[in-house]
């Protein structure tokens, strides 16, 4: 099994960076795919950011509402996955979690319920 735990989060203006860390223990993260999801205030979980197992190539793939804004990458001798988040805005204020799997296929990568780990969050709040 593996565990994980986020952090990064905080209180950022519009137009700012912030970087999100998901810590993994137990396990390789390099083994799984690594998700991104946030779930807004009043909404539903809705998909961020994917990286593949290195296994599977460490493609990456971002919710159209993020790309070209976000990047997740991994550090396997830190064994922790990133999400550098860039030109914030109110609309990407959310708690953020990062989700784990080491069979999950490409069709469901933007499915948070195919990951069989999850982290406890990390809040983002963006003032404008």
């Known amino acids: 099994q593996v565990q994980l735990l986020e952090s990064g989060g905080g209180l950022v203006q519009a137009g700012e960076s912030l970087r999100l860390s998901c810590a993994a223990s137990g396990r390789p993260i390099s083994q799984y795919t690594v998700g991104w999801f946030r779930q807004p205030p009043g909404k539903e979980r809705e998909f961020v950011a994917a990286?593949?197992?290195?296994?599977?190539?460490?493609?990456?793939y971002y919710a159209d509402l993020v790309k070209g804004r976000f990047i997740i990458s991994r550090d396997s001798a830190k064994n922790t996955v990133y999400l550098q988040m860039n030109r914030l805005n109110s609309e990407d204020t959310a708690v953020y979690y990062c989700?784990?799997?080491?069979?999950?296929?490409?069709?469901?990568?933007?499915?948070?319920?195919?990951?069989?780990?999850r982290g406890q969050g990390t809040q983002v709040t963006v003032s404008s």
């Open positions: 989700t784990a799997d080491t069979g999950i296929i490409l069709s469901s990568l933007r499915n948070d319920e195919y990951y069989d780990y």
């Open positions: 990286i593949r197992s290195s296994g599977r190539g460490s493609g990456t």
